[in-house]
């Protein structure tokens, strides 16, 4: 089916325009411009969807669980935290674990989200021993956003040392098995895609490290790792290695044009260099990294180095880009005492940088995959607003509660007064 929707506006990263069509077809932007028939969507925006570089859906679960301390530990950081999470983990089933992804993407999707890249480390049985079919946990977590109509990356993580058993392979070539089945599964599934993960240098030894990003690298995968979240993993990795986690993960070949790192929130300017040399990208989660305590993310490093950037929900504590991107910005003022820092190129404002990041993309493109949002010019957050203020009112002034409506793949999958999900 080909369809012309025809809004107020056309938002992309430096402006809004109207009198712009976008045309749908089999799933992608057949045609955007300008075009005076077709659906009209009046009070709204379409702009890109946004792009979810880092979920753990599971933890959904801990929603305004873990806002409090355990009188057995007075002092509550990310370690205390992480007790909790493992509590959650325990104990989920095949079943469990599908329902509340099925949760955490839709509330997803009425934010804006059109993709999210799950990071799926949860494998086997309680007690370690895999389910009948070793994947059992990753394709609930897979039917749980296709149960939602949400784009997923799924990225079945390796684990092998601390953590709970049922996170543990036996071998990397266990893990290396797993992910060939279900990326053979996964051809079924044409909004599902699949990369791999290590989880950390904490839970994988440098062996396990070569070994994954070898075959990603050969096999063209996005690989994905949590780095430099916590000061004690960095003191760890030292100890063990003599490096630092990032230059651990250059030594080893895991860093490449695919390698997304999550967090480097305390990453050395010597790390990021190696980050930049081998053409790794950053996933910042600063509203996880806020709730957890883990620091700032080196945000002005990171552009400095033309690093690419993403934003993920990481612990879903909130489900909100336009925060995600706000954060990152207004952390880089509280640090610098200044306004608008993160300018790039010829810009004057940091909101086409902070929009490319949420997007992946400047604006809509033919060609492109038809992940949609529509932005409710009504809201009061938008009301009075000038078309050419519209970006940076989304990124400084807004909250996920503008979203009116969501298109993945061409298809309405989320539109707003409908919760009963
Ligand atoms: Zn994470």
């Known amino acids: 089916m080909r369809q012309t929707l025809l809004p107020d506006l056309v938002v992309d990263a430096h402006g809004a325009s109207s009198g712009v069509g976008i045309t749908v077809e089999h799933g992608g932007l057949a045609a955007v411009g300008p075009a005076t028939e077709g659906e009209r969507l009046a009070g709204r925006a379409l702009g890109p969807g946004f792009v979810n570089g880092h979920s753990h859906?599971?933890?959904r679960g801990l929603r305004g669980a873990v806002e409090r301390i355990e009188p057995s530990q007075p002092r509550d950081d990310f370690w205390t935290w992480r007790e909790r999470m493992y509590s959650l983990a325990g104990v989920l089933s095949p079943n469990s674990i599908r329902e509340v992804s099925r949760r955490c993407y839709g509330e997803m999707l009425s934010a804006g989200y059109t993709s999210v890249t799950e990071f799926h480390y949860v494998h086997h049985r309680p007690e370690g021993t895999?389910?009948?079919?070793?994947n059992a946990l990753a394709k609930s977590v897979a039917l749980a956003a296709e149960d939602t109509g949400i784009r997923l990356l799924l990225i079945p993580v390796a684990y092998t040392r601390d953590g709970l058993p049922r996170f543990r392979d036996q071998s990397v070539q266990a893990f290396l098995q797993r992910v060939d089945d279900l990326r053979e599964w996964s051809e079924g599934h044409p909004l599902v895609e699949i990369g791999l993960g290590a989880h950390s240098v904490r839970a994988v030894p440098r062996g396990?490290?070569?070994e994954i990003g070898r075959?990603?690298?050969?096999e063209d995968l996005p690989l994905h790792i949590h780095a430099d979240e916590q000061p004690r993993e960095i003191e760890e990795c030292q100890a063990e290695y003599g490096l630092r986690p990032i230059e651990l993960l250059a030594q080893t070949g895991f860093l490449g044009t695919g390698t997304t790192i999550i967090h480097a929130t305390h990453a050395t300017e010597r790390e990021l260099d190696l980050s930049s040399e081998h053409d790794a990208s950053v996933c910042a989660c600063p509203t996880t990294e806020?709730?957890?305590?883990?620091?700032f993310l080196p945000a002005r490093e990171i552009l400095e180095r033309n690093l690419r950037l993403s934003v993920g929900s990481d612990s879903q504590v909130r489900i909100d880009p336009f925060e995600e991107l706000r954060?990152?910005?207004?952390?880089?003022?509280?640090?610098s005492g200044q306004r608008n820092v993160l300018i790039t190129g010829n810009e004057t404002s940091p909101t086409p940088y902070l929009l490319r990041a949420g997007w992946g993309r400047a604006g809509l493109q033919a060609g492109d995959p038809a992940d949609l949002i529509e932005l409710d010019l009504a809201h009061p957050a938008l009301a009075g607003v000038?078309?050419?203020n519209l970006p940076s009112a989304l990124v400084?002034?807004?909250?996920?509660?503008?979203?009116a409506g969501t298109w993945v793949d061409g298809r309405k999958v989320y539109e707003r007064g409908d919760t009963s999900g």
């Open 57 to 59: 859906a599971f933890q």
């Open 130 to 134: 895999p389910y009948e079919d070793p």
């Open 208 to 210: 396990w490290l070569e």
């Open 215 to 218: 075959y990603a690298h050969r």
């Open 290 to 295: 806020g709730n957890l305590g883990d620091g």
């Open 327 to 335: 954060e990152i910005e207004t952390n880089a003022r509280r640090l």
């Open 386 to 388: 000038e078309a050419s």
């Open 396 to 403: 400084f002034g807004a909250g996920s509660g503008v979203v």
